[in-house]
């Protein structure tokens, strides 16, 4: 079992930046892939990052390539999501999640945990 647990987020003005965390505890905590989603009030959740095992791999929406950037320290198990050049469009609950697979998942049923979810706020 893994558990995933969040922080960072707030409130920011666009143009600003965030970055959120996402440590994995548990018996066995060390995952495979592990992936940003966002869900904003009355919107489908929606992929925004994946990075591998490795860190060497990652992917990411079209809506946040570019200004937003995934990482991963193994050593500490947590994953990270750099945003910068937030907008109003991304303000949004931001959850992490994590799959003992090992290629890079878009998809929120290709995870098997997943965070508390965190939440973005981008005033205009």
């Known amino acids: 079992q893994v558990h995933l647990v969040q922080s960072g987020g707030g409130l920011v003005q666009a143009g600003g930046s965030l970055r959120l965390s996402c440590a994995a505890s548990?018996?066995?905590?060390?995952?495979?892939?592990m992936g940003w989603f966002r869900q904003a009030p009355g919107k489908e959740r929606e992929f925004v990052a994946t990075?591998?095992?490795?860190?060497?791999?990652?992917s990411y929406a079209d809506s946040v390539k570019g200004r937003f950037t995934i990482s991963r320290d193994n050593a500490k198990n947590t994953v990270y999501l750099q945003m910068n050049g937030l907008k109003p469009e991304d303000t949004a609950v931001y959850l992490c999640a994590a799959t003992r697979l090992y290629g890079l998942g878009y998809t929120a049923s290709r995870y098997d945990y997943w965070g508390q979810g965190t939440q973005v706020t981008v005033s205009s």
């Open positions: 990075i591998g095992w490795g860190g060497g791999s990652t």
């Open positions: 548990g018996r066995t905590p060390r995952t495979g892939a």
